[in-house]
């Protein structure tokens, strides 16, 4: 996902999910667009079980790298 968004990029993306967006809306996709690029980057990465704490205990040394 690349960390910027032209105006035909978003349109195209906005025609493939069906969605029609006020110019206001439109501006503000755009501008949140690197931290959306950056979250999916994140997201998209192998994780232990830390990533959900709540679902294990005793947890040793290395789980906490």
């Known amino acids: 996902m690349p960390s910027t968004l032209t ?3 978003l349109d195209h993306l906005l025609q493939s999910a ?3 967006l006020s ?3 439109r501006t503000e996709l755009k501008s949140i667009w690197p931290g959306l690029a950056a979250m999916k980057a994140r997201v998209r990465q192998p994780r232990g079980r830390m990533a959900e704490p709540a ?3 005793g947890f ?3 789980d906490l790298a």
């Open 23 to 25: 110019d206001a809306q």
């Open 7 to 9: 105006d035909e990029a």
């Open 60 to 62: 040793n040394a290395e």
């Open 55 to 57: 679902h294990g205990f």
């Open 18 to 20: 069906g969605l029609t």
